[in-house]
């Protein structure tokens, strides 16, 4: 059975950082990528980072670009979420999302169950 669960989120000023972490379990093996989408309330869920679990190809989406970054540790089946500089607007429930298709928005099937992350100004 597969399971993803997430941690690190909180409260946090604007201009601070959090470390997101997302831990796996079940078959990890022979998936293609892991991801985070975050969806704020009354808005949409976006995507916003994914890495591929060989290490070899990342996405940033550019709302985050350059104060957001991915990174995995296969071996403890880890995905992390490094956020610097957060903002207000990035307030939102952040999920670790796997897949075993593809990189893309659309080709995740295994979902955490969302770590609240709160950005005062």
């Known amino acids: 059975q597969v399971q993803l669960v997430e941690s690190g989120g909180g409260l946090v000023q604007a201009g601070g950082s959090l470390r997101l972490s997302c831990a796996a379990s079940?078959?990890?093996?022979?998936?293609?990528?892991m991801g985070w989408f975050r969806q704020a309330p009354g808005k949409e869920r976006e995507f916003i980072t994914t890495?591929?679990?060989?290490?070899?190809?990342?996405y940033v989406a550019d709302s985050v670009k350059g104060r957001f970054t991915i990174s995995r540790d296969s071996a403890k089946s880890t995905v992390y979420l490094q956020m610097n500089n957060l903002k207000p607007d990035d307030t939102a429930v952040y999920y670790c999302?796997?897949?075993?298709?593809?990189?893309?928005?659309?080709?995740?099937?295994?979902w955490g169950q969302g770590t609240q992350v709160t950005v005062s100004s």
């Open positions: 999302a796997a897949s075993r298709t593809g990189w893309q928005y659309d080709k995740y099937t295994y």
């Open positions: 079940g078959h990890t093996f022979s998936w293609y990528a």
């Open positions: 890495i591929t679990w060989g290490g070899t190809y990342t």
